[in-house]
């Protein structure tokens, strides 16, 4: 579970609750008109600008991110050393029968045992970064553009009231509730945009350059075995991918 991104939404959230209790009334901030047109109508223009298919997948990642086990650089790295002491006690052939769930490092191996070219493991390489890239890039501009329409709905929500108010302009006293209530809708789409959607961006666009870091870690790691399968000089040049303070060699 990734605890910042949990921990920041709500936190978020709550400062939001929280000073809204601190006000006084809290029934006065729940408008479900505003909601529906605020949640309905960015819903509704994002599956008009997508196919259906990637908005799923952009809400399915989006759960990846709370429920996805975090690997860190430094963990790939030691998975290839790993890798390698195989290769140089067992001979490459028993690569093939890695288990593991990730299947770039699987496809990896498979290169490895069948003695690829290097040539043929960087342009698989180039292929996966490239073929990630553009898979990540629609899932969050699904999120991005998810943040530009809650706001623009949220106008709308409030043009709608304001209409609303100004044909009951004979009753002054109803002007400020409804007034209020108008409003609500520019609320909750900046709320939604900028404490929800946006960040969802930004955190899946950080996870996407972490995978193409481990990508690189793996292929390169790839390279260097067929290359020499000393794991000592596998891991003396996989660790320039991870920071000098974060780097830990499971073998020590």
């Excluded at 690997?71 to 890798?83: E, F, W």
């Excluded at 959607?197 to 995978?211: D, M, Q, V, Y």
Aim: proline share 4%; aromatic share 8%; glycine share 8%.
């Amino acid at each position: 579970m990734d605890i910042a991104t949990f921990f920041g939404i709500i936190v978020g959230f709550s400062l939001v609750i929280g000073a809204i209790f601190l006000g006084g009334a809290v029934d006065i901030f729940i408008n479900i008109p505003g909601l529906m047109i605020v949640l309905g109508g960015t819903f509704a223009s994002t599956c008009v600008n997508f196919p259906l298919s990637d908005v799923f997948k952009a809400i399915k990642a989006a759960f990846y991110i709370f429920t996805r086990r975090k690997i860190t650089s430094n963990q790939v790295v030691n998975t290839m050393v790993r890798i390698a002491e195989i290769s140089r006690k067992e001979g490459l052939l028993a690569l093939e029968h890695v288990e593991t769930e990730n299947k770039v490092l699987k496809k990896a191996c498979q290169l490895i045992a069948d003695n690829a070219d290097p040539f043929l493991i960087t342009e698989t390489l180039r292929i996966e970064i490239s073929s990630l890239k553009s898979r990540h890039a629609i899932i969050q501009d699904v999120f991005k553009k998810m943040g530009a329409y809650a706001p623009a709905f949220g106008m709308i929500g409030t043009l709608i009231g304001l209409v609303q108010m100004l044909t009951k302009l004979e009753d002054p006293a109803s002007i400020g509730p409804a007034m209020a209530v108008a409003i609500l809708t520019t609320f909750y789409g900046a709320l939604l945009s900028n404490l929800l959607f946006l960040p969802i961006a930004g955190k899946l666009k950080s996870r996407s350059l972490e995978e193409i870091l481990h990508l690189e870690i793996i292929f390169q790691g790839a390279k260097s075995i067929l290359e020499n399968n000393n794991p000592t000089f596998v891991y003396e040049k996989l660790s320039s991918f991870v920071a000098p303070g974060e780097r830990k060699d499971a073998r020590r």
